[in-house]
């Protein structure tokens, strides 16, 4: 067995999804062993619900790989570390083609919380057209954050620099708060929310500050975010919210039968700030 059907035999594949997310994880991956051999975890770090998926076993799956430099760098250049994944995924037997997407080509939807300041590549498998990654690097990020090295050990071992999930909480909150999909709902937030409750993380309320001043241009206090957030939760279909994410949701640990526009008006009275 080789060491791809080893990662791939970690992962339940009874039904076609299965095995399509089995894939796309085992792809993450290997993209982040390949980011290790680089210099790129010395100046980014990961983040987002593929983050938290891989690193915190969040039960619901996650198809897009998110990163932040750690400094602003209008330099940087994501096609200086397509070499290293694609070494990674030849060394697995497996072969893939990398693209850097031009933003005049985002979809609105795509775009809707994406800024001007984010290189975004599409890595897709030459034999597998329906398995295909969007990777985004802020290089203009919101700064005040902490990160901390986690260790994988498939395809070897190695560490990646992730964000840490107080800082995390903070950025999955400004996305509830200020994502603007129009009239569609992204229940993948509500359900990272009541993640981050659920395994009493705190939320670093500097960060959530940070990053509401460098992209919405406004100062916002602790009340203020209270009263957003609950009229953000009075506000939205929690069947919609239901509906949005139930197609991700992994295992039996999840029960989004009880969620209610109340749920999570209580959920809100648990945040603790740091």
Not at 169 to 182: D, I, N, S, T, V
Not at 222 to 234: G, H, S, T, Y
Request: overall charge negative; aromatic content about 14%.
């Amino acid at each position: 067995m080789t060491v791809y059907d080893q990662m791939l035999a970690a992962y339940p594949q009874q039904t076609a999804q299965q095995q399509h997310n089995a894939r796309i994880e085992v792809a993450q991956q290997i993209v982040l062993a390949g980011l290790a051999r680089s210099d790129f975890f010395s100046k980014a770090a990961f983040y987002g619900g593929t983050c938290l998926r891989i690193f915190h076993n969040l039960q619901r799956f996650s198809e897009d790989m998110d990163f932040s430099l750690m400094q602003t760098d209008e330099t940087f250049a994501w096609e200086t570390y397509f070499p290293y994944i694609e070494r990674e995924f030849e060394a697995l037997g497996r072969t893939v083609t990398i693209t850097k997407k031009d933003r005049r080509t985002f979809g609105k939807v795509e775009s809707a919380f994406l800024k001007d300041n984010t290189e975004v590549v599409n890595l897709q498998f030459q034999t597998e057209k329906s398995l295909k990654i969007k990777i985004e690097v802020d290089t203009y990020p919101p700064l005040g954050f902490a990160t901390e090295q986690r260790l994988l050990f498939q395809p070897y071992p190695f560490y990646t620099r992730c964000i840490v999930p107080s800082d995390l909480f903070a950025g999955k909150m400004h996305a509830l708060l200020f994502r603007q999909w129009k009239s569609r709902v992204k229940g993948r937030d509500w359900y990272d929310f009541e993640w981050y409750i659920r395994n009493n993380v705190p939320l670093h309320f500097e960060h959530l500050q940070e990053r509401v001043r460098q992209c919405n241009n406004i100062e916002l206090t602790k009340d203020q975010f209270v009263e957003m957030l609950r009229n953000k939760i009075a506000n939205t279909d929690i069947n919609d919210v239901r509906a949005d994410v139930e197609p991700f949701l992994i295992g039996n640990l999840n029960n989004p039968d009880i969620w209610s526009n109340d749920y999570f008006l209580q959920i809100a009275e648990m945040i603790r700030f740091v």
